[in-house]
């Protein structure tokens, strides 16, 4: 039941990684109220080990060409909606020094800390609320008002329009977990079987010697 003196936000984004704090904070640039939930208490931990600890953040030659879907069109429309040299823009304006490497690479000069603080400054900027250490309990929509409602360890949330961006199982040592998954089948959506994709291989000397020209 959901009574007048319930607070409702236009939006409620989970996952404060690096698609859940631009996502938000596009939201709130654009004028719509916004809470943002992670599990985790520190923020962008996926960001800070990424390119050895100096974040990789964009890469110069991204295009949809380079991008494998059943819907092809749609990284078409994302990528000429935000374009690498968009985010570069951003990056520059907050004095980020950065360089390039192979293949059009582009890593921060100093560290991947500075990413998250950026990013974390465009939410402060447009007004989200984040909730950290926060555990979702339970997602819901109400069919007659369409609003959705995350129950968790922090109370209960009420939005509009609700965001997922959790993530998949890559790295579960910094909190990767299932629940976008979870919530895909829970909303009908189809869900491909997740299986390993780039994983490393350790070989005692010999037989590293015999196959490290392969």
């Given at each position: 039941?959901?009574?007048?003196?319930?607070?409702?936000?236009?939006?409620?984004?989970?996952?404060?990684?690096?698609?859940?704090?631009?996502?938000?904070?596009?939201?709130?640039?654009?004028?719509?109220?916004?809470?943002?939930?992670?599990?985790?208490?520190?923020?962008?931990?996926?960001?800070?080990?990424?390119?050895?600890?100096?974040?990789?953040?964009?890469?110069?030659?991204?295009?949809?060409?380079?991008?494998?879907?059943?819907?092809?069109?749609?990284?078409?429309?994302?990528?000429?909606?935000?374009?690498?040299?968009?985010?570069?823009?951003?990056?520059?304006?907050?004095?980020?020094?950065?360089?390039?490497?192979?293949?059009?690479?582009?890593?921060?000069?100093?560290?991947?800390?500075?990413?998250?603080?950026?990013?974390?400054?465009?939410?402060?900027?447009?007004?989200?609320?984040?909730?950290?250490?926060?555990?979702?309990?339970?997602?819901?929509?109400?069919?007659?008002?369409?609003?959705?409602?995350?129950?968790?360890?922090?109370?209960?949330?009420?939005?509009?329009?609700?965001?997922?961006?959790?993530?998949?199982?890559?790295?579960?040592?910094?909190?990767?977990?299932?629940?976008?998954?979870?919530?895909?089948?829970?909303?009908?959506?189809?869900?491909?079987?997740?299986?390993?994709?780039?994983?490393?291989?350790?070989?005692?000397e010999a037989l590293l010697k015999i196959t490290q020209d392969l």
């Open positions: 039941m959901i009574s007048q003196s319930d607070t409702i936000s236009d939006s409620i984004v989970i996952g404060a990684g690096a698609a859940g704090l631009m996502c938000a904070a596009r939201l709130g640039q654009n004028g719509r109220s916004v809470v943002l939930l992670d599990h985790a208490d520190k923020i962008g931990e996926k960001i800070r080990i990424s390119g050895g600890g100096r974040c990789n953040f964009t890469n110069l030659n991204t295009s949809a060409h380079h991008f494998l879907s059943n819907n092809p069109h749609f990284c078409k429309s994302a990528l000429s909606r935000y374009t690498p040299k968009d985010f570069v823009k951003l990056v520059s304006a907050y004095g980020i020094a950065y360089h390039e490497k192979a293949q059009g690479q582009l890593f921060c000069d100093d560290s991947a800390t500075q990413i998250i603080d950026m990013l974390l400054s465009e939410c402060t900027k447009a007004s989200v609320k984040i909730h950290r250490s926060t555990q979702i309990h339970s997602v819901e929509k109400n069919p007659e008002s369409g609003l959705f409602l995350c129950k968790s360890s922090r109370g209960d949330f009420l939005a509009r329009s609700l965001v997922v961006a959790t993530g998949g199982l890559s790295i579960p040592k910094i909190g990767a977990t299932s629940f976008g998954y979870s919530i895909a089948k829970q909303f009908g959506l189809p869900v491909i079987d997740s299986r390993p994709a780039l994983v490393p291989f350790t070989f005692d």
